[in-house]
């Protein structure tokens, strides 16, 4: 395993600032000595990305296809010692972990699947009219093409699937688009053995030699974010990280976008016939999605919202006993779980909250709390309510009736999720609210809970800020491809030097746009 900064296929440890990954659980330090990448070295990263862009954006899409495959196959093949490793830096399960390995080669393998099928290059070909009156049109013709190289930062709930070889790094590879990784503190260990085989991969399928890249140190995501070789930026973590990361962009003298998922509380609205009919059963199921994981997902439910009656006070009693009897888990780092306690002491010091379960958060192990808030915090746009906990913790809203309910969705910042737990009588009587939270969501979710995200291609995981920085985009699912790739068009070029999308002959056998019509046939 290298310690060394990844560069244009080469390793480099120039700096002296070194870094030791740690035990989750126990806080030992790690076999292995990490060293931060000096500023030179995250220019020399950005700066091979650059040079390996021209020609690996314009390498047949199936080239490129083969490179993901390959990535894919290492990844599968990383051994007990691997397992072993990614556990003892995030103290998640060893079944999680293979579970979230298989999501990252599938996602891999599914981004080929797309560069096969070709649809991601939009190809629109409005041929030329030379006889138009009163002025003649030109050939035009479109299709997109990779944005440049990307700059991409590893998150610490998902040390596979979101970050080295993640769905930051699929996507932009798979829109010819070469990245330069931000290593994430928390899983050293974990990125230099999938780094390693992400360039293994490289070298099998004959790919340019800055392809990739990754740095460590944790003062070097300003430094790449400035450099004017790197083209967009993609981030999973929390707002002020993002948000801190967005500003940065839009302050160079060329502004970049950022893709950055921040900050979600993914409300659950509780619906009146759902909870007379199966109020224990929810509670249950809503008990189980709030702890899993020790609650580190983007997607955990942060906020449930019910009406005042019998059926929500039952089903809060229950809620309540279920969370209470939960065990303590060990959180990914010393860091998160700081931030954890300090969000629940906060949600303890509001006068308009009241702590309904939950152990004392003592020692190194977090406990699941539950809290209920009036409804007026939310109503009257407290931030608190607003706030993201990152971990095993929720908070019960209880409205007068429905129309308080409606303006409380409407009282809600941008989220990942929304959830509907709801009889056909409710969705009867409330069906006025999916407007609202299609308004408020990326993705709306019914009798079902947010904590897991299908990789597949109709998946969002996006949505309005502070969820994401720019809710036109996804970071799950085939269309996470679209945020790396910009339009251009040619104008009565010879088709000798067109992108082979827009050639006469189809050579790629795309379904194209051919003067407004869809056709797949070669043009004469």
């Known amino acids: 395993m290298s310690a060394s900064n990844f560069i ?4 480099s440890a120039a700096g002296s600032v070194h870094l030791q990954s740690l035990d989750a659980r126990t806080g030992e330090a790690l076999p292995g000595v990490f060293t931060q990448a000096t500023p030179g070295e995250v220019a020399a990263a950005a700066e091979a990305a650059e040079a390996a862009f021209v020609e690996y954006n314009g390498m047949a ?3 490129r296809a083969q490179f993901l495959d ?5 990844l599968d093949a990383l051994g007990d010692s691997f ?4 556990c003892r830096e995030t103290a998640l399960p060893a079944a999680r972990i293979q579970g979230e390995r298989g999501r990252t080669s599938n996602q891999l393998r599914l981004f080929a699947k797309v560069l096969r099928r070709g649809d991601y290059l939009a190809a629109r070909i409005d041929r030329a009219q030379p006889h138009r009156q009163p002025l003649p049109r030109p050939d035009l013709r479109q299709y997109r093409t990779g944005v440049g190289p990307v700059a991409v930062f590893g998150a610490s709930n998902f040390p596979l699937a979101f970050s080295t070889a993640g769905g930051d790094t699929a996507a932009a590879l798979a829109a010819g688009c070469p990245v330069v990784v931000k290593a994430h503190s928390g899983h050293m260990a974990t990125a230099a053995q999938v780094g390693e085989a992400i360039e293994r991969a490289a070298q099998a399928t004959g790919m340019p030699a800055g392809v990739f890249n990754m ?6 995501g300003e430094a790449l974010v400035r ?4 083209q967009a930026v993609g981030f999973t973590g929390s707002l002020k990280g993002g948000r801190a990361l967005c500003d940065l962009a839009a302050a160079r003298p060329q502004p970049i976008p950022v893709f950055a998922e921040m900050s979600s509380i993914n409300p659950v609205l509780v619906l009146p016939a759902a909870l007379r009919a199966r109020g224990g059963q929810v509670a249950e199921a809503l008990a189980a999605s709030v702890v899993l994981g020790c609650g580190q997902f983007c997607t955990n439910p942060g906020l449930v919202i019910g009406i005042a009656g019998e059926a929500f006070t039952a089903f809060t009693a229950t809620l309540a006993a279920q969370l209470a009897d939960q065990p303590a888990q060990t959180m990914l780092n010393t860091g998160t779980l700081r931030s954890y306690a300090s969000g629940v002491q906060r949600l303890h010091q509001h006068p308009g909250v009241r702590h309904l379960a939950g152990a004392e958060q003592v020692g190194d192990q977090a406990r699941a709390q539950l809290f209920q808030a009036d409804a007026s915090l939310l109503l009257n746009g407290d931030e608190l309510l607003q706030e993201e906990v990152f971990g095993p913790a ?3 809203v209880e409205v007068a009736d429905e ?10 910042h941008g989220q990942l999720t929304a959830t509907l737990i709801a009889e056909p009588q409710d969705l009867q009587q409330f069906a006025t609210l999916v407007p609202l939270l299609q308004r408020k969501a990326g993705r709306l979710l019914l009798n079902g809970y947010p904590t897991g995200v299908e990789v597949c291609e109709a998946m969002v995981h996006g949505g309005p800020y502070p969820a994401t920085s720019d809710a036109r985009g996804t970071s799950v699912g085939t269309l996470a491809i679209d945020r790396f790739l910009r339009p251009v068009c040619f104008q009565d070029y010879p088709d000798a030097l067109l992108p082979d999308a827009l050639k006469n002959t189809n050579p790629l056998g795309l379904q194209r746009l051919v003067d407004g019509q869809h056709s797949r046939e070669a043009l004469i």
């Not at 390959?70 to 290492?74: L, Y």
């Not at 397992?83 to 990614?86: L, S």
């Not at 450099?227 to 790197?230: D, G």
Request: hydrophobic share 45%.
């Open 215 to 220: 740095v460590y140190g944790s003062g070097v």
């Open 403 to 412: 129309a308080e309910l409606r303006r409380a969705v409407q009282a809600l």
């Open 61 to 63: 899409p199936e080239r």
């Open 70 to 74: 390959a990535i894919a196959d290492q």
């Open 8 to 11: 244009g296929g080469q390793r």
């Open 227 to 230: 450099h004017p070789a790197i």
């Open 394 to 396: 929720t908070v019960l």
């Open 83 to 86: 397992i072993a490793t990614v």
